[in-house]
């Protein structure tokens, strides 16, 4: 499987993670051969097994929806990088016409 | 105890009855490893945080406890936090610049339950980046050194809380393991490191890699100190929705020195090409001297499709990865990169905050996930999970444990197999299949080959770990490996 640099770009921003040029070539060839390993997978006969995508059988977990004590806004907002009048603050999503 | 100048190298069981007896005091026990700890921290960087006073008081709380009469077992015991756990008030890098200066609001479970049992924390260790590597090397802030040979890896991605154990710097630690992040380093260290069945011991708290393969457990000098902090930290929590509401036994209960009547299995794909030969020898010595324990032995086990583990974990792995990293948007916490506009900021927050090895995973587990590809990979990995998973099934029915080598290999070289990630990824080829399969594993010392240390690995079925436990004493007892300590 051999990617090109078009493929990884187009990946780097499904992800939304910058990557330099050097990065992009680097992980080009790295994740080729690290595909190409993985093509030993398509000889497994996985014909009517089906999926396991967690080791222990998961049904919806809910729990009683009980009034407790939260944690004080001040400690939530002890790490934001960037905040105003007790909210994070965040850019523009919709940028003016 | 005054006048010994290796409290240092005490085990929890050792340290607790001296604390019990009055012959020694937390405060006194916490500054021979503080002492120790600045000895020999400039060779072996175990640590990302040191945490000189609050581990200080604490053992001046854990001595006005004992002196009640309402000690646990861990109380006043200095330990080692892997630094993926949330420590309130204490900064939790995950060896990131993205969370270089994250100070959580919250303690993780592990860490509550600890605080509870009496712990003395002196500190936070030193991990490959989001727990995503093989040796240490892939930590932003620095490498840590493997204490038998300071030019060798210490094993990862819990390389800190391994190194910390074998170099005396804590007396336990606790680590986490996705892939093999707590046995394969236990293995290069010479220590036990034990990966509790999936579901055993609640995640809230710790940091996310892939969740449904991540699991936290005891790193510890002896099988009787494993089981000690495994009593403390097992059990249902409400706040892990994947936690097991399940009764918890007492550990300690399994530490029986014989193994007549138990039956074990040695799987012939563990042995794998590549597989260096002094560590061969040394795990067939140590399946013979299980058989003279009174334990019976199969070597022919068969466990076909292993050869196939690597490469679903490869893709599992990254792609939970990658949806549990989608949270670094450097809004919330974390590193935050101003930018142009709000994708620009995004963008250049995780190309800047993300290291190499966590950038190709999220970029691996994005192409495994993407529009095109999800059924051939992310799918197909899920149904061979299956198939690794029965194929335990059906072993488990038949033997009460399987003996395998916990790394194919001794500690590499500082520097041998950064360069190329699939090489990497092959050192923990014994240990991920486990994690596939949610079931329990534990590495024990088992001889050292030029001096380097080797682990043998001991599995079971789901919720067997008092099995495992007993299977690592009695050989344990019957050996002296894990009395050996490093020259530093």
């Known amino acids: 499987m051999k990617l090109s640099r078009e493929d990884v770009l187009h990946i780097s921003a499904l992800c939304r993670m910058n990557l330099t040029d050097e990065e992009v070539e680097r992980f080009r060839n790295q994740l080729s051969n690290i595909l190409d390993n993985f093509e030993i997978l398509q000889q497994v006969d996985t014909t009517d097994i089906p999926p396991t995508a967690y080791p222990i059988p998961l049904s919806n977990v809910t729990r009683d929806d009980e009034v407790a004590p939260s944690y004080p806004q001040s400690d939530i907002l002890a790490n934001a990088p960037r905040q105003e009048d007790g909210q994070f603050r965040v850019r523009a999503v919709l940028e003016q016409p | ?488």
């Open chain 2, 1 to 488: 105890m005054k006048g010994n100048d290796k409290l240092y190298d005490l085990t929890i069981n050792q340290a607790h009855k001296l604390l019990n007896n009055r012959e020694l005091s937390s405060v006194e026990l916490t500054k021979a490893v503080l002492e120790r700890i600045s000895q020999v921290e400039d060779k072996v960087h175990s640590f990302v945080t040191v945490t000189n006073d609050p581990a200080l008081q604490q053992a001046q709380e854990a001595d006005a406890r004992i002196k009640k009469g309402d000690a646990s077992p861990l109380t006043g015991i200095p330990a080692l936090i892997k630094d993926n756990m949330c420590t309130r008030g204490i900064r939790t890098t995950c060896s990131s610049h993205m969370l270089e200066n994250f100070v959580p609001p919250y303690n993780a479970t592990v860490v509550e339950r600890l605080n509870q049992a009496g712990m003395v924390m002196v500190g936070k260790g030193n991990m490959d980046e989001f727990a995503m590597g093989s040796s240490n090397e892939h930590s932003a802030f620095h490498a840590t050194c493997n204490p038998w040979d300071l030019e060798r890896v210490p094993g990862g991605s819990s390389g800190g809380p391994a190194a910390s154990v074998a170099a005396s710097e804590a007396i336990y630690s606790l680590g986490s393991d996705t892939g093999g992040s707590i046995r394969q380093p236990a293995s290069f260290c010479s220590i036990i490191g034990m990966k509790p069945t999936y579901g055993r011991v609640s995640r809230f708290g710790l940091v996310a890699f892939a969740s449904s393969l991540d699991q936290i457990g005891p790193m510890t000098k002896d099988v009787t100190d494993a089981a000690l902090v495994l009593n403390a930290i097992a059990g249902y929590d409400a706040k892990d929705s994947t936690s097991v509401d399940r009764p918890v036994p007492d550990y300690t209960k399994s530490l029986i020195p014989d193994l007549k009547g138990i039956k074990l299995g040695v799987p012939k794909e563990y042995f794998v090409a590549g597989m260096e030969e002094g560590v061969r020898k040394i795990i067939d010595a140590a399946i013979t001297r299980l058989e003279q324990l009174g334990a019976s032995v199969d070597r022919e086990v068969s466990l076909p499709s292993t050869k196939y583990a690597l490469a679903a974990y490869y893709i599992i792995a990254p792609s939970e990865a990658m949806a549990n990293l989608a949270r670094y948007d450097g809004v919330k916490y974390g590193y935050s990169y101003e930018g142009d506009s709000m994708w620009d900021a995004m963008e250049q927050t995780r190309g800047h905050g993300f290291g190499p090895e966590v950038k190709r995973r999220i970029i691996l587990g994005t192409y495994a996930l993407s529009a095109g590809y999800y059924d051939a990979y992310y799918v197909k990995a899920q149904k061979v999970r299956t198939l690794i998973r029965r194929e335990f099934d059906e072993a488990f029915k038949r033997y009460d444990a399987l003996i395998t080598p916990t790394s194919p290999t001794v500690p590499f070289k500082i520097g041998e197999k950064t360069g190329d990630p699939l090489k990497m990824y092959l050192s923990d080829i014994c240990t991920l299949p486990i994690n596939i399969a949610g079931i329990p594993g534990l590495s024990i010392p088992a001889g050292f080959s030029d001096g380097l240390p080797v682990g043998m690995q001991i599995l079971g079925k789901p919720f067997a770990e008092e099995m495992l436990l007993r299977v690592a004493y009695a050989y344990e007892q019957a050996t002296e490996w894990h009395k050996q300590r490093p020259n530093l």
